[in-house]
């Protein structure tokens, strides 16, 4: 069983910046890919970032150069670190990893906003 629990999720003015956690339990997380993904209101879900076990990172179009995925194998937590928002980064996101099923954090909320 994995149980995932996002954090640091807020309130920020255009230009900011956000680190989101990612903090897991069970022990898959260090040879699994971790995900975070967003969800604006009246939009479908997105993949945001995609870091791998070994630490190799991919990322939306949107958010390139902007954004970046860690990881922390060690203390089973991944990070976003998000620089330069824009109100349209304005989401819930959750993070998100598959092991046999996929496996979905609360989320948290980040309003970029003057």
């Known amino acids: 069983q994995v149980q995932l629990v996002e954090s640091g999720g807020g309130l920020v003015q255009p230009g900011g910046s956000l680190r989101l956690s990612c903090a897991a339990s069970?022990?898959?997380?260090?040879?699994?890919?971790v995900n975070w993904y967003r969800q604006a209101p009246g939009k479908q879900r997105e993949l945001v970032a995609t870091i791998t076990s070994g630490g190799s990172a991919n990322y939306a179009d949107s958010v390139k150069g902007r954004f970046t995925i860690s990881r922390n194998n060690a203390k089973d937590t991944v990070y976003l670190q998000m620089n330069s928002l824009k109100p349209e980064d304005t989401a819930v996101y959750y993070c998100n990893l598959y092991y046999r099923r996929n496996y979905w954090g609360q989320g948290t909320q980040v309003t970029v906003s003057s």
């Open positions: 069970g022990s898959v997380f260090s040879f699994t890919p």
